[in-house]
């Protein structure tokens, strides 16, 4: 079940790409780069802001599924919102589009974020340490190999011979929203085991003083913590640069729309490589490994932008190779921060305090909500050459930090 949800949401999402469909939904709609670079600060905003709430919920609880449910009731119908009203509104109002797309968005990623906790919290009660990069792979690549299927058929709606905008964008919409929605469908047939150990504290840290208090004690206490959140930052940096690529590619490579499927794909298949060889190196090798791994490939992403930024007037069309590179790259790095870093948090948390330490990590992870709109900012009064450069020089600091980690003794 677990392995079914986690493919449905990879193949969900990959309808609506946050770096290749919404970017360019937004730009059709007279979207600045700020405005692009507000896309991942919702994501970030609401999926990792959030979990500190949904840690102070499943404090003294030994069942999470209630935890989970209620929020993705909620959260996960707003895609299919943004797909009907695109398609009853039309073009004629575009601010209104735009509003309704970044507030859905945001509600759809605040309530995920709210259920993350007791979802990490539950594979953790039900997945040992050395099988959890296996089902967190095996989804990477069940959903991978759907989702290269998926970027077909999202080529064909936005290709020439498709609906005209935006008809074709709430069609993807409208396709992803309705996934969702059946996604919720594996956890309500999950049986979640009780185990005492797994339960998130005691009673009297229920209280908002206890808990808030039990979080700054985790951070003054677990120095190896804090070496993980400065790594995970810095490699966030990287992350909000990833809107921006597919944009890079239809002003200097010409690669516009049409080449979206084909994008969507690369992403998709680097997630499915990603998956298959992450799950292994994080059972047999280690976490950390994947922590490191995960700052190098982040890289080269911004590595080869600078190669396609320099000689993009010399080569042209023969930049597609490297451009879909990048896009592969992009697959294989986003399944990283699962795999390599909140595998790893699960790994070197004590039992009994495993959801702080979960919510905690992510919801400073979440500070990264202004690096996408400072990338936009960024952008717009420098150039692609600046913007992929201080990604690449996050992605290095990252790397050093990573080297100084502790590798946490598997229960």
């Not at 005209?164 to 309705?178: C, K, M, V, W």
């Not at 396609?308 to 986003?334: D, K, N, S, Y």
Request: aromatic fraction near 12%; proline fraction near 4%.
């Amino acid at each position: 079940m677990l392995i079914t949800e986690n493919a449905g949401f990879s193949i969900a999402i990959t309808f609506v790409g946050l770096t290749t469909v919404m970017p360019t939904f937004v730009t059709l709609l007279g979207g600045s780069p700020f405005l692009v670079g507000l896309i991942g600060a919702c994501q970030t905003a609401g999926a990792l802001l959030t979990q500190i709430i949904g840690a102070r919920l499943c404090a003294g609880k030994t069942r999470m599924k209630p935890y989970l449910l209620t929020p993705l009731y909620i959260g996960r119908p707003a895609i299919l919102v943004v797909g009907v009203l695109t398609f009853i509104l039309g073009t004629g109002t575009n601010w209104l589009l735009l509003s309704v797309f970044f507030i859905a968005l945001f509600v759809f990623f605040a309530t995920d974020g709210v259920a993350s906790v007791p979802w990490y919290e539950l594979i953790s009660k039900t997945i040992p340490p050395t099988r959890r990069g296996r089902m967190f792979g095996t989804a990477q690549i069940a959903g991978g190999l759907t989702g290269i299927a998926v970027g077909w058929v999202v080529s064909r709606i936005l290709g020439a011979h498709g609906l005209t905008f935006p008809y074709n964008y709430a069609l993807l919409f409208g396709i992803s929203g309705t996934l969702f929605i059946l996604n919720n469908l594996p956890f309500v047939f999950m049986k979640e085991p009780v185990l005492e150990g797994a339960a998130v504290g005691s009673s009297e840290d229920v209280s908002v003083v206890h808990f808030l208090g039990s979080l700054g004690k985790i951070l003054r206490d677990d120095a190896n913590f804090v070496r993980v959140i400065a790594a995970r930052l810095l490699f966030g940096i990287g992350l909000s640069v990833f809107p921006f690529y597919v944009l890079f590619m239809d002003k200097f490579a010409g690669y516009g729309a049409s080449s979206l499927g084909l994008f969507t794909s690369a992403q998709v298949f680097g997630g499915f490589v990603g998956g298959l060889l992450l799950g292994w190196v994080a059972d047999r090798i280690g976490t950390r490994s994947v922590v490191r791994l995960a700052s190098v490939v982040g890289g080269a992403i911004p590595g080869i932008g600078l190669i396609i930024f320099g000689f993009h007037e010399r080569f042209g069309q023969l930049l597609l190779v490297p451009a879909i590179g990048i896009f592969v790259l992009i697959g294989a790095a986003m399944s990283m921060n699962m795999i390599g870093f909140s595998n790893y948090i699960l790994e070197a948390a004590p039992v009994e305090l495993r959801p702080k330490y979960v919510g905690l990590f992510n919801t400073l992870a979440g500070t990264l909500l202004i690096a996408s709109p400072l990338a936009g900012w960024l952008l717009d009064r420098t150039s692609y050459g600046v913007l992929f450069a201080v990604a690449l020089a996050g992605n290095l600091l990252s790397l050093l930090l990573s080297l100084g980690l502790h590798a946490p003794a598997r229960k």
